[in-house]
């Protein structure tokens, strides 16, 4: 049975998990980073929930392809932020193996979603 609400995807609740786990982080940075890497690292994770939601909402199955592959560049983007959060000290390596797990789920069920999608060849 194919989803009738973005909030039924679990693509969606599993990138949900994924802003919040960025929002406790973050509200631990060094308050200078307040308006810097703490508001891009937010900015970026809420992207990821946020087009799955409008791509599923489209009307057509290329519009939310489109959608879901700006999904999926948006979690390249946090996973690059998030190796310099770690760079800087901001977090430990432990905490960033965490996100990579999040991250690599949440990119695999990307994954399966846009390959659910995309139109099969037809045999004529």
């Known amino acids: 049975m ?13 990138a949900m998990d994924l802003v919040v786990f960025i929002y406790q982080t973050t509200g631990c940075f ?3 980073e307040q308006f810097g890497l703490t508001i891009q690292l937010r ?9 799955i939601a409008e791509g599923q909402g489209r009307n057509t199955a290329g519009d ?4 879901l592959a700006v999904a999926r ?7 690059t932020q998030i190796i310099l959060a770690e ?33 099969k060849p037809t045999n004529n």
């Not at 560049?73 to 996973?79: N, P, T, V």
């Open 2 to 14: 194919a989803a009738r609400h973005y909030q039924e995807l679990i693509v969606w609740q599993k």
């Open 30 to 32: 060094p308050r200078e």
């Open 43 to 51: 900015k970026v994770a809420i992207s990821i929930p946020s087009n």
């Open 64 to 67: 939310f392809l489109h959608f």
């Open 73 to 79: 560049g948006s979690l390249q983007e946090l996973e």
């Open 87 to 119: 760079r800087l000290h901001y977090i430990t390596k432990d905490k960033r193996n965490e996100f990579f797990v999040l991250l690599s789920e949440v990119g695999r069920l990307i994954n399966g979603l846009s390959n659910s999608i995309t139109p």
